[in-house]
Protein backbone atom coordinates (compact mmCIF):
# COMPACT_ATOMS: atom_id res chain seq x y z
CA UNK A 1 0.00 0.00 0.00
CA UNK A 2 2.73 2.28 0.84
CA UNK A 3 4.54 1.69 -1.95
CA UNK A 4 1.00 2.52 -4.66
CA UNK A 5 0.68 5.74 -2.40
CA UNK A 6 3.86 7.21 -2.44
CA UNK A 7 3.92 6.07 -6.37
CA UNK A 8 0.43 7.80 -6.72
CA UNK A 9 2.02 10.89 -4.79
CA UNK A 10 5.45 11.90 -6.66
CA UNK A 11 3.91 11.20 -10.31
CA UNK A 12 4.71 8.78 -12.53
CA UNK A 13 7.96 10.44 -14.18
CA UNK A 14 9.57 10.13 -10.37
CA UNK A 15 8.94 6.32 -10.72
CA UNK A 16 12.58 6.12 -11.48
CA UNK A 17 13.02 6.52 -7.61
CA UNK A 18 11.08 3.49 -6.94
CA UNK A 19 12.04 1.42 -10.01
CA UNK A 20 15.92 2.06 -10.43
CA UNK A 21 15.94 0.36 -13.89
CA UNK A 22 13.82 2.98 -14.85
CA UNK A 23 16.59 5.16 -14.73
CA UNK A 24 17.92 3.35 -18.02
CA UNK A 25 14.75 4.35 -19.64
CA UNK A 26 16.13 7.69 -20.35
CA UNK A 27 18.51 6.52 -22.86
CA UNK A 28 15.41 5.26 -25.61
CA UNK A 29 13.95 7.91 -24.65
CA UNK A 30 17.20 10.64 -25.56
CA UNK A 31 17.18 8.57 -28.52
CA UNK A 32 13.50 8.34 -29.36
CA UNK A 33 13.04 12.12 -29.35
CA UNK A 34 16.51 12.83 -30.91
CA UNK A 35 15.63 10.43 -33.90
CA UNK A 36 11.97 12.04 -34.17
CA UNK A 37 13.40 15.44 -34.66
CA UNK A 38 16.08 14.75 -37.19
CA UNK A 39 13.95 12.62 -39.03
CA UNK A 40 10.59 14.44 -39.02
CA UNK A 41 12.59 18.12 -39.05
CA UNK A 42 15.33 16.74 -41.31
CA UNK A 43 18.38 17.44 -38.91
CA UNK A 44 21.51 16.54 -37.75
CA UNK A 45 20.63 13.46 -35.55
CA UNK A 46 23.93 13.76 -33.65
CA UNK A 47 23.10 17.47 -33.29
CA UNK A 48 20.02 16.29 -32.15
CA UNK A 49 20.90 13.89 -29.54
CA UNK A 50 23.02 16.05 -27.90
CA UNK A 51 20.71 18.47 -27.55
CA UNK A 52 18.23 15.93 -26.52
CA UNK A 53 20.42 14.47 -23.87
CA UNK A 54 21.03 17.89 -22.24
CA UNK A 55 17.68 18.83 -22.17
CA UNK A 56 15.96 14.97 -20.78
CA UNK A 57 18.82 15.54 -17.92
CA UNK A 58 17.72 19.25 -17.13
CA UNK A 59 13.86 18.33 -17.34
CA UNK A 60 14.80 15.00 -14.91
CA UNK A 61 17.24 16.44 -12.59
CA UNK A 62 15.88 20.12 -12.44
CA UNK A 63 12.59 20.45 -14.23
CA UNK A 64 10.23 17.42 -12.34
CA UNK A 65 11.88 17.93 -8.61
CA UNK A 66 10.88 21.39 -8.84
CA UNK A 67 7.84 20.67 -10.54
CA UNK A 68 6.81 17.82 -7.97
CA UNK A 69 7.89 20.17 -4.96
CA UNK A 70 5.72 23.27 -6.30
CA UNK A 71 2.68 20.60 -6.71
CA UNK A 72 3.04 19.62 -3.31
CA UNK A 73 3.31 23.17 -1.43
CA UNK A 74 0.43 24.13 -3.67
CA UNK A 75 -1.47 20.85 -1.98
CA UNK A 76 0.08 22.38 2.00
CA UNK A 77 -2.06 25.29 0.83
CA UNK A 78 -4.93 24.33 -0.12
CA UNK A 79 -5.80 20.38 1.18
CA UNK A 80 -6.57 20.97 4.92
CA UNK A 81 -4.63 19.13 7.13
CA UNK A 82 -1.33 19.50 5.07
CA UNK A 83 0.61 17.00 3.48
CA UNK A 84 -0.95 13.56 2.09
CA UNK A 85 -1.11 11.63 -0.87
CA UNK A 86 -2.41 13.16 -3.89
CA UNK A 87 -6.05 13.54 -4.17
CA UNK A 88 -6.31 10.35 -2.39
CA UNK A 89 -8.25 9.21 0.96
CA UNK A 90 -7.59 6.93 3.35
CA UNK A 91 -7.52 2.89 1.57
CA UNK A 92 -8.21 4.38 -1.31
CA UNK A 93 -8.96 2.16 -4.34
CA UNK A 94 -7.02 1.22 -7.35
CA UNK A 95 -8.32 3.25 -9.50
CA UNK A 96 -7.86 6.60 -7.23
CA UNK A 97 -4.36 5.82 -7.49
CA UNK A 98 -4.40 5.48 -11.40
CA UNK A 99 -6.26 8.90 -11.87
CA UNK A 100 -3.51 10.55 -9.13
CA UNK A 101 -0.79 8.99 -11.02
CA UNK A 102 -2.57 10.20 -14.90
CA UNK A 103 -3.37 13.90 -13.08
CA UNK A 104 0.62 14.75 -12.34
CA UNK A 105 1.75 12.27 -14.95
CA UNK A 106 0.06 15.27 -17.15
CA UNK A 107 1.59 18.32 -14.96
CA UNK A 108 4.69 16.72 -15.60
CA UNK A 109 4.23 16.10 -19.26
CA UNK A 110 4.07 19.78 -19.93
CA UNK A 111 6.89 20.49 -17.71
CA UNK A 112 8.60 18.55 -19.76
CA UNK A 113 7.61 19.67 -22.92
CA UNK A 114 7.91 23.29 -22.04
CA UNK A 115 11.78 22.71 -20.21
CA UNK A 116 12.98 20.55 -22.64
CA UNK A 117 11.94 22.65 -25.49
CA UNK A 118 13.77 26.05 -23.83
CA UNK A 119 17.46 24.03 -24.21
CA UNK A 120 16.55 22.39 -27.41
CA UNK A 121 15.87 26.03 -28.56
CA UNK A 122 19.45 27.09 -27.98
CA UNK A 123 21.00 24.12 -30.31
CA UNK A 124 18.49 25.16 -33.16
CA UNK A 125 18.15 28.49 -33.06
CA UNK A 126 17.48 28.64 -37.14
CA UNK A 127 14.06 26.75 -36.40
CA UNK A 128 11.02 28.14 -35.67
CA UNK A 129 9.31 28.08 -32.49
CA UNK A 130 6.55 26.71 -33.28
CA UNK A 131 8.63 23.77 -34.78
CA UNK A 132 10.39 23.19 -31.55
CA UNK A 133 7.41 23.24 -29.97
CA UNK A 134 5.97 20.18 -32.09
CA UNK A 135 8.59 18.85 -31.71
CA UNK A 136 8.71 18.71 -27.98
CA UNK A 137 5.09 18.08 -27.80
CA UNK A 138 4.94 15.01 -30.48
CA UNK A 139 8.27 13.43 -28.87
CA UNK A 140 7.58 13.38 -25.61
CA UNK A 141 4.26 11.64 -26.16
CA UNK A 142 6.08 8.89 -27.57
CA UNK A 143 8.30 8.62 -24.60
CA UNK A 144 5.97 9.19 -21.91
CA UNK A 145 4.10 6.64 -23.57
CA UNK A 146 6.84 4.17 -22.54
CA UNK A 147 6.94 5.28 -19.32
CA UNK A 148 4.23 4.48 -18.69
CA UNK A 149 4.37 1.22 -20.32
CA UNK A 150 7.38 0.96 -17.93
CA UNK A 151 4.92 1.25 -14.91
CA UNK A 152 2.84 -1.22 -15.99
CA UNK A 153 5.30 -3.67 -16.65
CA UNK A 154 6.42 -3.56 -13.11
CA UNK A 155 3.05 -3.57 -11.75
CA UNK A 156 1.56 -6.43 -14.25
CA UNK A 157 4.84 -8.40 -13.29
CA UNK A 158 5.56 -7.95 -9.29
CA UNK A 159 8.11 -11.04 -9.27
CA UNK A 160 10.61 -8.98 -11.37
CA UNK A 161 10.13 -5.34 -9.60
CA UNK A 162 9.33 -6.11 -5.98
CA UNK A 163 13.05 -7.14 -5.06
CA UNK A 164 14.03 -3.74 -6.60
CA UNK A 165 11.38 -1.61 -4.77
CA UNK A 166 12.66 -3.49 -1.70
CA UNK A 167 15.64 -2.29 -2.03
CA UNK A 168 14.92 1.02 -2.57
CA UNK A 169 12.57 1.31 -0.21
CA UNK A 170 14.51 2.80 2.63
CA UNK A 171 16.03 5.40 0.62
CA UNK A 172 12.41 6.16 -0.64
CA UNK A 173 11.17 6.78 2.72
CA UNK A 174 14.39 9.06 3.07
CA UNK A 175 13.97 11.32 0.33
CA UNK A 176 10.13 11.24 1.29
CA UNK A 177 10.39 11.86 4.62
CA UNK A 178 13.06 14.69 4.41
CA UNK A 179 11.36 16.29 1.65
CA UNK A 180 7.90 16.51 3.37
CA UNK A 181 10.43 17.85 6.71
CA UNK A 182 11.12 20.77 4.66
CA UNK A 183 7.94 21.66 3.48
CA UNK A 184 6.39 21.02 6.95
CA UNK A 185 8.97 23.51 7.99
CA UNK A 186 8.79 26.17 5.09
CA UNK A 187 4.43 25.77 5.32
CA UNK A 188 4.51 26.35 9.41
CA UNK A 189 2.50 23.26 9.26
CA UNK A 190 4.39 20.62 11.85
CA UNK A 191 2.95 17.41 11.83
CA UNK A 192 1.29 17.16 15.00
CA UNK A 193 0.61 12.88 15.45
CA UNK A 194 -0.30 11.32 18.30
CA UNK A 195 2.74 9.59 20.08
CA UNK A 196 1.59 5.97 18.61
CA UNK A 197 1.34 6.66 15.12
CA UNK A 198 4.67 8.28 15.91
CA UNK A 199 6.18 4.90 17.74
CA UNK A 200 4.67 3.07 14.60
CA UNK A 201 6.06 5.53 11.72
CA UNK A 202 9.96 5.29 13.92
CA UNK A 203 9.04 1.40 13.83
CA UNK A 204 9.57 1.71 17.70
CA UNK A 205 8.04 -1.61 19.09
CA UNK A 206 8.99 -1.10 22.62
CA UNK A 207 7.35 2.12 22.88
CA UNK A 208 4.36 1.16 20.81
CA UNK A 209 3.89 -1.76 23.35
CA UNK A 210 4.30 0.85 26.19
CA UNK A 211 1.60 2.70 24.62
CA UNK A 212 -1.12 0.57 23.90
CA UNK A 213 -0.29 -1.04 27.45
CA UNK A 214 -1.14 2.42 28.97
CA UNK A 215 -4.57 2.64 27.01
CA UNK A 216 -3.50 3.93 23.78
CA UNK A 217 -6.28 3.98 20.80
CA UNK A 218 -4.64 1.49 18.81
CA UNK A 219 -7.05 2.59 16.08
CA UNK A 220 -6.18 6.28 16.19
CA UNK A 221 -5.23 7.77 12.42
CA UNK A 222 -2.18 10.31 11.60
CA UNK A 223 -2.82 13.63 10.22
CA UNK A 224 -3.93 12.17 6.60
CA UNK A 225 -6.06 9.65 8.23
CA UNK A 226 -4.13 6.66 7.68
CA UNK A 227 -4.42 3.81 10.74
CA UNK A 228 -1.63 3.29 12.73
CA UNK A 229 -2.45 -1.10 10.99
CA UNK A 230 -2.47 0.81 7.84
CA UNK A 231 0.60 2.45 8.11
CA UNK A 232 2.76 -0.55 9.84
CA UNK A 233 1.18 -2.95 7.32
CA UNK A 234 2.40 -0.47 4.40
CA UNK A 235 5.96 -0.20 6.26
CA UNK A 236 5.95 -4.08 5.59
CA UNK A 237 7.11 -4.10 9.68
CA UNK A 238 5.31 -7.66 10.45
CA UNK A 239 5.76 -7.20 14.28
CA UNK A 240 4.54 -3.52 15.08
CA UNK A 241 1.44 -5.11 12.32
CA UNK A 242 0.75 -8.52 14.26
CA UNK A 243 1.03 -6.16 17.60
CA UNK A 244 -1.24 -4.24 16.60
CA UNK A 245 -3.99 -6.57 15.35
CA UNK A 246 -3.52 -8.46 18.86
CA UNK A 247 -4.65 -5.60 20.87
CA UNK A 248 -7.21 -5.22 18.86
CA UNK A 249 -6.77 -2.76 15.98
CA UNK A 250 -9.80 -2.52 13.62
CA UNK A 251 -8.96 -4.23 9.86
Do not use: C
Not at 96 to 101: D, E, F, P, R, Y
Not at 104 to 123: D, H, K, P, Q, W
Amino acid sequence: MLINLMLANIGLPMVAVYLPFAWFALIPIIFIEALYGARRYHLSFSRALLAQAIANGFSTVIGIPMTWFAVVLIQVAIVPGGIGPAWLAPDPSWWSIALAVAVLTVVFYFMSVATEGFVVARFFGELPRQTIRRWMVQSNGITYALLVALLSGGVLAPKVSAPLMNLMEPVNEALISGVFSVIEHVSGKEKKEPPLIRAVEARDLKEAQELISKGANVNQTDDVGFPALSIAAGRRDEKMTKLLLEAGADV
